[in-house]
C-alpha cells in the first residue's frame, strides 16, 4: 500500500501526533516476537510500543473490542455512531473495530444492527472512518452473519437479553442455520462476505475482521455440534472449516486494493494489503475444541490473515502458532494489559466493557497507570490532563 492515510496525516496535519510518546523516548515499531527481547533495552511499556500489521503501524496495542450498539435504522450508522467511535478514537487507543456488520438483512442480530449488504450503506461509514483517521487511530469493521441468534429484540430494550422475537413482519425475519441452508445459500454468503468487504475498503477500512466467534453463523459451521451436514460443509474438520476458508479466499480478493487483484495475491500466505482478523472462540471443549481452533488458526495463517482475535483463555497456544494474537475479557487497566503483553500471551490487547464504563478514557487511564505521556493524543485537552 503507498503511504497509508493515517501516515499521511501524521506527516500532514498531525504532525503533534508524533509527539504523544514524549518523555519517553521515539518509540520502536516491532513485530510481534521480537517484543519481549526489545524491551528489556527500552523503558516503554509493551502497551505502548507501536507495532507493524501488514503496512500499518498501529501507535501502541490497545484496540477497542467490536461491541453492537444496536442505533442503526436500515443498517446505516448515524450521528450517535459518529459522536461514539469519535470520542474513543480521540482517547488515544490504535484501532477501534466497528460492531458487527451484518453482511446480509437476515444477518443481522436484532433490526438495529449495522449493515454493508447495500452501496448506500458505505456513506456514513466513511464519514465515521474519516473522523477516526483524524486522531492517528485506525479502523477496522467487523463483518458478520448472525445465523440462528438473529432476529432478536434489542437487548437493552427487553429484559430477557436476545431473546428471539415472535413473529412480526417489520422486526423479523427466517433465521439461517448451518443444517438447512443449501448450496445456494451458501454461495449467497460467501458473496456477501466479498462484496461487504468491497464496501468497506471503499469506505477507507484499514483492516477487515472477519467474526467466526459467539455461536454465530460462521462458528455454527465450525461446531461439531451444530453442524450436522453431509456434505462438503460438515462432518470432518476441514469440512467445518471450509466455509469460513471460501470466505476468507473472497475477502482477500478485495484486500488486494484496487488495481492490483493479481493472481500473487490471491495465493495462501501472501500479505494482502489490508490485513484480515478472524475472531475465533472455542465454545466449548467438546464441541469446538482448543486443539482443532489452533488447528484453525495454523491454516487461517498460512492462508493469509495476520491477526486471530481470540476470545478465549490461553491465548499465547495461538500466537506460538507464530500469527498475530489478540486478547480481550475482563481488562480493566493498564498494569493488568502490560502483564499480559510481557508474559507473551499476546500481540494486542482488545477492551470492550471497561471503554463504556471509563467513556472514552481506557488508554488515557492506563498511560497514567505505565507512566506514559499520551497527552499529545488530544491537544486540546492537553492543560486539564497536564498534572
Ligand atoms: C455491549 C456489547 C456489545 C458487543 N458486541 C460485539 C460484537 O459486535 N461483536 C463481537 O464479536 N463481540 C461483541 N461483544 C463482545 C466484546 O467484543 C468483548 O469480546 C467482550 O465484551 C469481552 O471483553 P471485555 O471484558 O473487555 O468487555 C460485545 C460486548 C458487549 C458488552
Known amino acids: 500500500m ?3 492515510p493515517i501516515i499521511k496525516s501524521y506527516n500532514c496535519h498531525h504532525s503533534h501526533l508524533l509527539n504523544q510518546y514524549r518523555g519517553v523516548g521515539t ?23 507501536p507495532i507493524k500489521v501488514n503496512d500499518i503501524i498501529l501507535k501502541n496495542r490497545i484496540i477497542v473490542s467490536p461491541m453492537c450498539l444496536y442505533s442503526c435504522v436500515d443498517g446505516e450508522m448515524n450521528d450517535f455512531h459518529l459522536v461514539h467511535y469519535g470520542s474513543l478514537a480521540k482517547s488515544g487507543c490504535a484501532m477501534i473495530i466497528l460492531e458487527a456488520t451484518a453482511v446480509l438483512p437476515n444477518g443481522r442480530i436484532t433490526y438495529a444492527d449495522s449493515g454493508l449488504w447495500k452501496d448506500s450503506q458505505i456513506e456514513p461509514l466513511k464519514r465515521i472512518v474519516h473522523f477516526i483517521h483524524n486522531f492517528g487511530c485506525y479502523t477496522a469493521i467487523q463483518l458478520s452473519h448472525a445465523g440462528v441468534r438473529g432476529s432478536s429484540e434489542i437487548p437493552f430494550i427487553q429484559e430477557n437479553q436476545q431473546q428471539q422475537l415472535l413473529k412480526d413482519t417489520i422486526k423479523t425475519w427466517d433465521t439461517w442455520n448451518p443444517n438447512t441452508m443449501t448450496l445456494n445459500d451458501i454461495k449467497i454468503v460467501v458473496e456477501s462476505f466479498q462484496q461487504s468487504t468491497r464496501r468497506a475498503v471503499e469506505a477507507g477500512f484499514d483492516a477487515i475482521e472477519i467474526n467466526a466467534a459467539h455461536g454465530y453463523l460462521l462458528c455454527g459451521f465450525l461446531s461439531r455440534t451444530t453442524n450436522s451436514r453431509t456434505d462438503e460443509y460438515g462432518g470432518e474438520f476441514n469440512n467445518r472449516i471450509r466455509l469460513l476458508l471460501d470466505i476468507i479466499k473472497v475477502v482477500k480478493i478485495e484486500c488486494c486494493g484496487s488495481g492490483n487483484r493479481d493472481t500473487n495475491h490471491n495465493s495462501s500466505n501472501a500479505a494482502t494489503e489490508i490485513p484480515i482478523f478472524v475472531r475465533v472462540s472455542v465454545v466449548k471443549e467438546d464441541i469446538h475444541s482448543m486443539d482443532e481452533c489452533i488447528r484453525l488458526c495454523e491454516i487461517l495463517k498460512r492462508e493469509g490473515v495476520r491477526v486471530i482475535d481470540w476470545v478465549s483463555r490461553e491465548p499465547e497456544r495461538v500466537r506460538a502458532t507464530g500469527i498475530l494474537t489478540s486478547t480481550v475479557g475482563n ?45 499529545g493524543a488530544i491537544p486540546q485537552y492537553s492543560s486539564t490532563f497536564r498534572d
Open 2 to 4: 503507498s503511504l497509508s
Open 27 to 49: 518509540p520502536k515499531i516491532h513485530n510481534g516476537d521480537e517484543q519481549q527481547q526489545q524491551q528489556q533495552h527500552t523503558n516503554t511499556p509493551i502497551l505502548f510500543t
Open 331 to 375: 481488562i480493566t487497566n493498564g498494569h493488568q494489559a502490560e502483564q499480559l503483553l510481557e508474559q507473551g500471551k499476546a500481540d494486542f490487547i482488545m477492551v470492550g466493557r471497561e471503554h463504556l464504563k471509563n467513556f472514552p478514557l481506557f488508554t488515557y487511564n492506563a498511560s497514567k497507570d505505565l507512566n506514559v505521556n499520551i497527552n
